[in-house]
């Protein structure tokens, strides 16, 4: 998830020209988004009803969409696991675009899982003491 | 005098007339690119008989974002 999130803000801030991004999972449900989270679920919707629709106009599977519209411009990308869906201004350099949000999720693909990392025990304090300081070790008697 | 506040007039109307054209102009380029994993993309416009199904969702993708 924070993995998720920087990914979004690395994008947003090399992106000048997205307003607004959203990751999700293949149901809908957010993983991170650069808006609150009322409006990252409103969006998450959209674009998932969006993919969903276009990806039945052909038999080939969709893999990204972009829709140019009056007031600016959807995209939707997708990998094995996640969509990504920004919002840009009116007439936006569309592969720049496509090409920020794919390596977003690229990133987010390579990125390692997280797992909490167990607890190291402290180390146990050993007294030693020097060799020197000790009596030579006694040859073990190999006659018996 | 008349000359010049009709001259005026007609700027002012024939600029609306602009606005409105342009207006209607950036309106009927609404359309949906899709990109396909063969490497095929389809151009939806508006007037083709799937594209509202398609700009629907996507104007509220864009509603959302902007609040």
């Keep these: 998830m924070a ?3 920087d990914a979004l803000a690395h994008l947003t801030e090399i992106s000048s020209q997205i307003d607004a991004a959203v990751v999700l999972d293949k149901e809908g449900t ?10 990252a679920g409103r969006m998450a919707g959209a674009a998932l009803e969006l993919f969903r629709r276009a990806d039945e106009q052909r038999e080939q599977e969709l893999v990204q969409l972009d829709a140019a519209l009056e007031s600016g411009s959807v995209f939707v990308v997708r990998d094995a696991d ?3 869906a920004a919002t840009t201004r009116s ?9 920020d949000l794919k390596s977003c999720l690229r990133s987010l693909a390579e990125a390692p899982t997280e797992k909490p990392k167990p607890k190291r025990a402290p180390a146990k304090r050993r007294t030693t003491t020097p060799r020197s ?7 073990k008697d190999e006659s018996g | 005098m008349r000359a010049g506040r009709a001259l005026a007039v007609g700027v002012a109307v024939g600029s609306a007339a602009g606005a409105i054209l342009l207006r209607r102009r950036a309106r009927s380029r609404d359309r949906v690119e899709l990109y396909f994993d063969d490497g095929s993309l389809v151009t939806v416009g508006k007037g083709a008989p799937d594209a509202e199904r398609l700009l629907s969702p996507a104007r509220d993708l864009l509603a959302a974002a902007r609040g």
């Design chain 1, 3 to 5: 993995q998720t999130a």
């Design chain 1, 82 to 84: 996640r969509l990504i």
């Design chain 1, 133 to 139: 300081r000790t009596a030579p070790r006694k040859k």
């Design chain 1, 30 to 39: 957010v993983v991170a988004a650069t808006v609150d989270d009322e409006r």
């Design chain 1, 91 to 99: 007439e936006p350099t569309v592969g720049l675009v496509f090409y």
